[in-house]
């Protein structure tokens, strides 16, 4: 049991940079962006391809982010940006239909088969008596602590993060007191983008890449985003980590075909029982 919490944790980790994204995105533009599943999934491929270009794995990676944010933010200018006063579900609907085509523009370059950024084997060390984890998994976590500290950072301390919190309170408000609310957006498609390129590329890391693994990773981020209280960063973080968990930690009682349906239950739970989530009974963005 002692492993299976570790690798929740590791799994955990990676939702948890997804499931921020997803809410920040919420929480300021308030529509549930379904593209973002295959944006981890652009941003990994991205990454295999700066790689196959014999770069060094780091700025494989910044670039992968670099031209994943240039895409996110040319889908919100010519797509997004024309339904934002039709609603949300008007919104939804546009985000499937760019999830699908980034998953076959994915399909077209990269082809269905998995893939992975190194054939090479890592062993697995002992963390502490029974506890075992490579080095992928362990990176994993350090770069994901030290990440997540960055974005409280990044909202608490500088005034972009001080004006999206504004934004998501009251766009229109906002807006009136003077904070570029269009730069705002800008910063929001950013950070979750970056960040969901983070969480894809450590998907890659420990699973190898398939196109549609960024969409098979939808609902456990939805399910981070609703137990942690939806627009909010911070219930994201704490969300991720309980649904890794519990879809790890289950596997020890049933087939691993079921865990997601585990991350399901605890949604449906959440929705019924507390549906703002932990953290939605408390201040916006605290």
Do not use: C
Not at 48 to 63: D, G
Not at 152 to 171: E, P, Q, V, Y
């Amino acid at each position: 049991m002692l492993q299976l919490i570790a690798n929740g944790i590791v799994f955990g980790s990676i939702i948890a940079l997804g499931a921020i994204g997803l809410t920040m995105v919420y929480g300021i533009l308030k529509f549930a962006n379904f593209a973002h599943g295959d944006t981890m999934s652009l941003g990994a491929y991205l990454a295999l391809l700066f790689i196959s270009l014999q770069m060094p794995f780091p700025i494989a990676v910044v670039l992968a982010i670099a031209v994943s944010i240039a895409v996110a933010i040319l889908i919100d200018h010519y797509l997004y940006r024309f339904f934002r006063t039709t609603g949300p579900i008007i919104l939804l609907i546009a985000s499937v239909g760019v999830a699908l085509f980034l998953r076959n523009v994915i399909l077209l370059f990269w082809g269905p088969d998995l893939t992975y950024y190194t054939r090479e084997i890592h062993l697995a060390f002992q963390i502490v008596p029974g506890i075992r984890l490579n080095s992928y998994e362990i990176w994993i976590v350090i770069v994901t602590a030290v990440l997540i500290v960055l974005v409280h950072l990044f909202l608490k301390k500088t005034r972009i993060g001080k004006a999206m919190r504004a934004s998501s309170d009251n766009m229109d408000l906002a807006e009136v007191v003077g904070i570029d609310t269009q730069r705002v957006i800008i910063w929001t498609w950013s950070v979750g983008t970056a960040l969901a390129v983070f969480g894809g590329v450590m998907l890659g890391l420990e699973n190898g890449l398939r196109p549609p693994m960024g969409w098979e990773l939808l609902l456990p981020l939805f399910a981070a985003a609703i137990l942690g209280g939806i627009g909010q960063p911070y219930g994201a973080m704490v969300g991720g980590l309980i649904i890794g968990i519990a879809q790890e930690a289950s596997t020890g009682f049933i087939s691993t075909a079921y865990k997601p349906a585990v991350a399901f239950i605890i949604m449906i739970l959440v929705l019924l029982i507390r549906p703002q989530g932990i953290f939605g009974g408390s201040k916006r963005w605290i």
